[in-house]
């Protein structure tokens, strides 16, 4: 046990107990929140906790062993705390949440009873409720090297190796015209110096605005003759509105081939795919080609 938890042990054998509950919730852009349900703000840990924010549990399943833990939060939407506009945006997929059993009259007493990650979020009638999953949640995901012919690696990622902000790899642009959040129409002028296809597999990310911070696979990279525009278009509509003017960067794609790697990228030392490897129809193939199978001699 920690000095802290101790302390608040001793409290609690006390008799006269002066507890609460407190939440820390850390997105994944930096910006941290915190949530009792004390009637007044606690401060430990550099974050302030405040009261009547919309966040309290539900019900904490905790278990010894591998088992995953889980529970459920359940908030109120308010634009002082979480807005439906963030949620709706992503911006609390995967955040981090610490919950705490606090000695309200010296905060320095407390307990970490729950540190995990935040899964599904549902939000109806102004409140919101969100499934919390435990650390063992991490044990779900499949780890180790998939051995395959294209490469595993993402681009840009330790494993890569690549630098995108290397000159010709990356553009920097103020957004044209935008259809659908997905389709994003230039003057031909600005992007005159990547070729067609460019960017194609690869991302675009969002600077400024309301969408600042979220970002979307490029689906195709092309030139609509008939409108004379340069499209970048996405896989899918980005979660948050994109306004004429706002900042973009778009970063070159990969198709994972080793072709690609060599030629666009010159980083064929950290390929990570296994293009040798022998395809399925060499497998199952017969032994042998010749019309006589008896496993004598061939003389």
Known sequence: MSDPAKALLAHLQGGVTHTCRAWALSRRDGVVFGFTDHDRALVFEGITFKPDTGLSALAVQQTTGLSVDNTEALGALSDAAIREDDIEAGRFDGAEIRAWLVNWQAPEERLLQFRGTIGEIRRTDGAF???????TEALNHPLGRTYQTACTAVLGDAACGFDLDTAGYSATLEAGVVAERRVFRFAPAVLEDFELHWFERGRLLVRDGPAAGLSGMIKR???DAEAGNRVIELWAPLRAPVAAGDMLRLEAGCDKR???CRFKFDNLLNFQGFPDIPGDDWTITD????GRLSGGSRR
């Open 287 to 290: 032994p042998s080609k010749a």
């Open 221 to 223: 990279d092309w030139h």
């Open 129 to 135: 409720e969100a499934e919390l999953r435990g650390l």
């Open 258 to 260: 080793m072709e690609t």
